[in-house]
């Protein structure tokens, strides 16, 4: 047994059965995921998480009588044998085992967390006459949680029907039938959930403005989200309303400081009454940022991986990644193979651009380059593509290894140089490893925006009890950011996000299109998520309650209250962390300032 590895509760349950028998297992029966067969001759089961290696396989503990949920993933459910958990502990692949934990699953934990209810009940606010505006997966209009709030829809998946302004997708409007809402649906449950949080109007789970209206669209482009910003700004100028705008989404094919062209559309659209929430991204735990720092004459490496996830088709992968550095200096960049081959070191045109294809080691390489006056921040940027060469007659059987980006400073005055990974549906592209991995600065676009009001994840919550009545629990730190959560600051300096507000695990609106795994449900019309786009739509919510009160509020305005009204623990009102931002979000401070 290695019990370093076993979490306290359950090393001291574990104690006390081998100790006491059955008996001894009485005082924990209440508290912790443990179910016991008395009289009987089963084994006595613990129901735990493990954090254990992301791929590893551990098939072979069945023979134990350990069921393992899940084939894959850092974080998976286990029933263990009590007698087994030593044998558990034992496994190389294995870090931690954690019993599950009882706690009442309830919406109002998290609102009870920043202070929420005694806010609504002394303000009477609760976002009538706002426009809440969603732009996300779509929505469940059958829920009874939205019942004659959504004002209109405009569903990019939709073909247009000729009639609409808009090329893309269709625009319902006028009379919403239930016939007519039904055309657009929420397959992923993504845009739903969020919909409930800020807005849901029903009796087991109220959001936080349950009167206000919703303005959804249904998109995923960045240009049309800009094009849904501006479509929602324009229903409620027509309708002579204020609106926030929920953008629980983002990437990172940008320079992190707000400079890409959907944060700049954000702070050119956004004004009194014309607020954006963005969500600050659930990359806390990824390696996807990487940072050094070059010399002159000097060569830096900084190491990298291609996932298996990408890899899995050999002639069908790709792997992306952008890096920048300031415009005083002049870097060269080269590229090298798992099995050694390497490219020509690149360097910028004299019109300050670049562009090559290698070839090395059955993969393609093409490195792209942009000067100062080719770039929206005046700044030097890299793109590097790397896929399988087709030109090669094999397939290049190393590129699971260690990757390098080499880095030659010819001419360097700052010589600060930042590296992102690309993302596809299969996951990021690149993962960074060794010296040059970098924990912060995991804020793309649009939560790069300046004018955004940008928001991290704060666990509320760790368990809760599915549909079937079993409890369920995750491996995060209670009370606390949460540990997915994308940390600022901005590349620029920007002190970003703004505020934290409860993303784990909050239950919401269930799509009835969506498929929802037993374990995340919580009954027909309710499921439990987490991540910074749970959080977001909290403060969406409450910046629909301030607005309310006062239609004209500026972003920089509600920035301020909110700031002011939010803490973080042990240190003074306006302190700023990468990771907190200013803080948990206090809604009975805020109360203060709501004339």
């Not at 109007?201 to 501006?230: E, R």
């Not at 100028?237 to 890409?260: C, F, K, M, T």
């Not at 509020?553 to 920035?559: D, R, S």
Request: aromatic share 6%; charged share 20%; glycine share 10%.
């Amino acid at each position: 047994m290695k019990p370093e590895k076993i979490a306290p509760g359950l090393m001291t349950a574990l104690e006390n059965y081998q100790q006491q028998g059955e008996k001894g297992l009485n005082l924990h029966l209440r508290s912790l995921g443990i179910i016991n067969h008395p009289k009987t001759s089963k084994p006595h089961l613990a129901s735990v998480f493990i954090r254990c290696e992301e791929n590893a396989n551990l098939n072979h503990l069945s023979k134990y009588g350990i069921q393992i949920k899940q084939s894959k993933g850092k974080i998976r459910t286990a029933f263990v044998p009590l007698e087994k958990i030593g044998r558990l502990s034992e496994e190389s692949a294995i870090a931690r085992i954690t019993p599950s934990r009882y706690l009442k699953p309830l919406l109002d934990v998290a609102k009870n967390t920043i202070g929420l209810p005694n806010f609504q009940t002394k303000t009477k606010l609760t976002g009538k006459g706002v426009i809440i505006g969603i732009i996300d997966s779509g929505i469940d209009t059958t829920h009874p949680a939205f019942t004659g709030r959504i004002l209109r829809i405009w569903d990019h998946t939709l073909p247009n029907d000729g009639n609409s302004e808009y090329p893309e997708g269709l625009e319902l409007t006028g009379n919403l039938s239930k016939g007519i809402l039904a055309m657009s649906r929420d397959q992923t449950g993504h845009g739903t959930h969020i919909a409930g949080i800020a807005a849901g109007n029903d009796h087991a789970f109220t959001g936080v403005a349950p009167a206000a209206d919703l303005v959804i669209v249904k998109a995923g482009l960045n240009t049309y989200i800009a094009d849904a910003i501006d479509y929602i700004f324009r229903v409620a100028d027509e309708l002579q309303r204020p609106a926030v705008v929920n953008l629980s989404l983002g990437d990172h094919y940008n320079a992190h400081d707000g400079s890409d062209p959907l944060s700049n559309f954000i702070d050119q659209e956004s004004g009194p009454g014309k607020i954006v929430c963005c969500a600050a991204g659930n990359e806390g735990n990824a390696d996807i940022h990487a940072e050094t720092i070059v010399q002159q004459n000097q060569q830096v490496c900084i190491r990298f991986l291609i996932p298996a996830s990408i890899l899995s088709s050999p002639l069908k992968w790709r792997a992306e990644l952008n890096g920048w550095y300031a415009s005083s200096d002049n870097i060269e960049v080269a590229v090298q193979s798992p099995e050694g081959s390497r490219t020509h070191f690149q360097s910028i045109g004299d019109n300050g651009y670049s562009q090559k294809t290698h070839h090395i080691s059955g993969a393609q390489v093409q490195i792209i380059m942009y000067g100062p006056e080719n770039t929206d921040n005046g700044e030097y940027w890299f793109n590097i593509e790397i896929t399988h060469d087709p030109n090669s007659v094999s397939i290049a059987t190393g590129n699971t290894g260690t990757w390098r980006l080499l880095l030659n400073g010819v001419a360097v005055k700052n010589g600060k140089v930042n590296i992102w990974s690309g993302e596809t549906t299969k996951g990021f592209d690149v993962v960074f490893t060794g010296s040059g991995v970098q924990d912060l600065m995991k804020i793309g676009s649009p939560g790069a925006a300046a004018r955004a009001i940008t928001v991290g994840s704060y666990t509320a919550r760790l368990s809760w009890q599915d549909v079937d009545q079993n409890w369920q629990k995750v491996g995060l730190d209670l009370n606390t950011v949460s540990e997915f959560s994308s940390p600022g600051p901005l590349r620029n300096g920007m002190m970003k996000p703004d505020v934290v507000a409860p993303g784990a695990m909050i239950v919401s609106a269930l799509s009835s299109a969506s498929t929802c795994s037993p374990m995340m449900q919580v009954d027909q019309f309710h499921n439990v998520m987490a991540g910074t786009s749970m959080a977001t739509p909290f403060i969406t919510g409450l910046v629909a309650l301030l607005l309310e009160k006062e239609p004209q509020l500026t972003p920089e305005e509600i920035k301020q209250r909110l700031h002011s009204s939010s803490f973080i623990p042990e240190k003074p009102v306006g302190s700023f962390d990468p990771k907190w931002g200013f803080g948990l979000i206090d809604a009975e401070k805020l109360l203060t300032l709501v004339n």
